[in-house]
């Protein structure tokens, strides 16, 4: 069974403190991407990886980083954490391709950043 | 405007209604996509279509390239059903989402 896996189901964090959030998957998938989920907003991809130490911006990457070191583990930093990046992360993955490919989730962490 | 708009926002239903959630999106794309996340956060992928229909079980997913237009039928909807119904598209490996429908079904 194919699995997507994420550190942390819940986090609390403080403002101004640096947060990692980490991502792994046992497909040997190409795709890494990480998205934020905000309601009224919908699912917002912020950076996705498309092989080991590439990476590219999505539509949100303003106070994210993120770090492919190995082909299974995606990371998403915040480096300095702040109150409007409270919010819901979700990490997927999928094979290489023309769009075609399903996305497998992971089961997502909810930030708190107080 | 955005490139993937979903109707309605929330639905409510009998348990045994037929269920129908539409997408309509603005941009050209390789494949349409139906997602289902339940309270907790989990997605998981229900279907993937780049033309006609596909059926699981008692989903029914379609679409019409021409109209770029796609829906989702849910028969015999069953309280379990309930969740959020999240249409998707993807020009390329990155996806585009619709913000979703919040679907419950009551006994």
């Known amino acids: 069974d194919v699995k997507v896996t994420q550190s942390s189901r819940y986090l609390v964090k403080r403002t101004g403190e640096k947060v990692f959030l980490e991502c792994v998957q046992d497909m040997d998938h190409e795709n890494m991407f990480w998205y934020r989920q905000d309601p009224g907003l919908g699912l917002r991809l912020i950076y996705f990886?498309?092989?080991?130490?590439?990476?590219e911006k999505g539509d949100i990457p303003e106070g994210y980083s993120v770090s492919r070191e190995k082909k299974e583990r995606f990371s998403l930093i915040l480096e300095s954490a702040s109150t409007n990046q409270t919010s819901m992360y979700l990490c997927?993955?999928?094979?290489?391709?023309?769009?075609?490919?399903?996305?497998?989730f992971g089961p997502g962490t909810r930030l708190l950043v107080l | 405007k955005n490139e993937v708009e979903q109707s309605p926002q929330n639905l409510t239903a009998q348990e045994g209604e037929f269920i129908t959630i539409n997408c309509s999106y603005s941009?050209?794309?390789?494949?349409l996509h139906w997602l289902q996340q339940h309270p907790g956060g989990g997605i998981v992928s229900l279907f993937m279509?780049?033309?006609g229909k596909k059926k699981h079980g008692r989903l029914i997913a379609t679409i019409n390239i021409q109209e770029k237009h796609s829906s989702l039928h849910i028969t015999a909807s069953h309280p379990r059903d309930s969740a959020v119904y999240i249409c998707?598209?993807?020009?390329?490996?990155?996806?585009?989402f619709g913000e979703g429908t919040q679907l419950t079904v009551n006994p």
């Open positions: 941009v050209g794309i390789s494949a």
């Open positions: 279509l780049s033309s």
């Open positions: 997927a993955s999928t094979s290489s391709g023309e769009g075609q490919e399903t996305q497998y």
């Open positions: 998707a598209v993807s020009p390329h490996s990155r996806l585009t």
């Open positions: 990886s498309y092989d080991v130490k590439m990476k």
